[in-house]
T-cell receptor
Framework: NAGVTQTPKFQVLKTGQSMTLQCAQD?????MSWYRQDPGMGLRLIHY???????DQGEVPNGYNVSRSTTEDFPLRLLSAAPSQTSVYFC???????????FGSGTRLTVV | AQSVTQPDIHITVSEGASLELRCNYS??????LFWYVQSPGQGLQLLLK??????LVQGIKGFEAEFKRSQSSFNLRKPSVHWSDAAEYFC???????????????FGKGTLLTVNP
């Protein structure tokens, strides 16, 4: 099993550019989430989904959009990149949250 | 709103010594509690979880944690630390969102563990 796959692993953007971070899982998990990790801040929830067609905002949703058209994929879109969005982004999935989440290996994004 | 506090930003222990990482949570009901470990440049790996039953839970890599409702704590322990345990450790609380069926995970800010030879 591939688990949770995130692409790209590294990305540099210019301020104002848009891009999509990809996340795919092959475990047929219903729950998927996007987190950002910043030094000294832990992980903060951006958006999450409890199934195809259902998404909701997390703690820090501004500047990001998500959609969930299939169970497998949960892309994160940056609409107009800002330096404050420089971070490491993690996607995670779970069939049942009581069992914990499986995390991808992350995307390191730098906005200049 | 729920919150998680990990009081220790950085802990250093000697190899073979015992370890306890502290975690306190704030939540009105019984939470779902987790410990994750992150090695440098890697994603997070689940060490153990608690949501009901026995308050002492066993996890992978020889770790255990004890849920103490009276203290709102879920501390992680290991009797003898190995050099490979050096990593960052995150405590997390899971709570139901609006509507009852949603679910969100809130993380603490992490504790960095250094292991001296």
């Amino acid at each position: 099993n591939a688990g949770v796959t995130q692409t790209p692993k590294f990305q540099v953007l210019k301020t104002g550019q848009s891009m999509t971070l990809q996340c795919a899982q092959d475990m047929n998990h219903e729950y998927m989430s996007w987190y950002r990790q910043d030094p000294g801040m832990g992980l903060r929830l951006i958006h999450y989904s409890v199934g195809a067609g259902i998404t909701d905002q997390g703690e820090v949703p501004n500047g990001y959009n998500v959609s969930r058209s299939t169970t497998e994929d949960f892309p994160l879109r940056l609409l107009s990149a800002a330096p404050s969005q420089t971070s490491v982004y993690f996607c995670a999935s779970s069939q049942t949250p009581l069992y914990g989440y499986t995390f991808g290996s992350g995307t390191r994004l730098t906005v200049v | 709103a729920q919150s998680v506090t990990q009081p220790d930003i950085h802990i250093t222990v000697s190899e073979g010594a015992s370890l306890e990482l502290r975690c306190n949570y704030s939540y009105g009901a019984t939470p779902y509690l987790f410990w994750y470990v992150q090695s440098p440049g890697q994603g997070l790996q689940l060490l153990l979880k608690y949501f009901s039953g026995d308050t002492l839970v066993q996890g992978i890599k020889g770790f255990e944690a004890e849920f103490k409702r009276s203290q709102s704590s879920f501390n992680l322990r290991k009797p003898s630390v190995h050099w490979s345990d050096a990593a960052e450790y995150f405590c997390a609380v899971g709570v139901r969102g609006s509507g009852g069926s949603n679910y969100k995970l809130t993380f603490g800010k992490g504790t960095l563990l250094t292991v001296n030879p």
